[in-house]
């Protein structure tokens, strides 16, 4: 992620922790995420590209070690 910003993020847990993003702030601002549009995982991160109820798309990730999330807006979808 070419500019990380720690965000605070609200999720779905479902049969494990921290599942999927809801909603996020990022700057000050609350979105709701609208659609996953892709998501992966690494060692120690979860990706996930969504889209937001603004309908610009962002790049949220979560590190499970620091159980800290970080998120920066993309391009338009």
């Given at each position: 992620?070419?500019?990380?910003?720690e965000?605070?993020?609200?999720?779905?847990?479902?049969?494990?922790?921290?599942?999927?993003?809801?909603?996020?702030?990022?700057?000050?601002?609350?979105f709701?995420?609208?659609?996953?549009?892709?998501?992966?995982?690494g060692?120690?991160?979860?990706?996930?590209?969504?889209?937001?109820?603004?309908?610009?798309?962002?790049?949220?990730?979560?590190?499970?070690v620091?159980?800290?999330w970080?998120?920066?807006?993309?391009?338009?979808?």
């Amino acid at each position: 992620m070419a500019e990380e910003k720690e965000i605070l993020v609200w999720t779905y847990s479902g049969y494990k922790a921290d599942e999927r993003p809801l909603r996020f702030n990022l700057e000050g601002r609350d979105f709701a995420v609208m659609e996953i549009v892709d998501r992966w995982y690494g060692e120690r991160h979860d990706y996930f590209k969504v889209v937001a109820d603004d309908a610009e798309t962002y790049l949220i990730k979560w590190d499970r070690v620091g159980d800290v999330w970080y998120g920066e807006r993309k391009t338009r979808s």
